[in-house]
């Protein structure tokens, strides 16, 4: 059974950092493509950052682009998303899933991530 579990999210100010964790089980992250997709009170899903199965290519949304950092580690079954100078706009649910530049979720609970002074 695939399952993926997400963590690290928490409040933060305004510039602060944040690393978000994906731990897999049921299947190995070298094998597929993942994908970060963050959905904010009141509005759908959106794409956030995919990496490909090797971890050799990685897209970023325009909003987090040069902000947001993807990444992981096979040997872990792990993905991350470093998240620095975060924003107000930040906030969200983040989820992680698997799947190239896609917003379809898998079912898991997702991590809060609160940006506010």
């Known amino acids: 059974e695939v399952q993926l579990m997400e963590s690290g999210g928490a409040l933060v100010q305004p510039g602060g950092s944040l690393t978000l964790s994906c731990t897999a089980s049921?299947?190995?992250?070298?094998?597929?493509?993942m994908t970060w997709v963050r959905q904010a009170p009141g509005k759908g899903p959106e794409w956030v950052s995919s990496i490909n199965s090797r971890g050799m290519v990685k897209m970023y949304a325009d909003p987090v682009k040069g902000r947001f950092t993807i990444s992981k580690d096979n040997a872990k079954n792990t993905l991350y998303l470093q998240m620095n100078s975060l924003k107000a706009e930040d906030t969200a649910v983040y989820y992680c899933?698997?799947?190239?530049?896609?917003?379809?979720?898998?079912g898991s609970q997702g991590t809060q991530v609160t940006v506010s002074s």
């Open positions: 899933t698997k799947g190239w530049q896609t917003t379809t979720l898998g």
């Open positions: 049921g299947f190995t992250l070298s094998s597929d493509a």
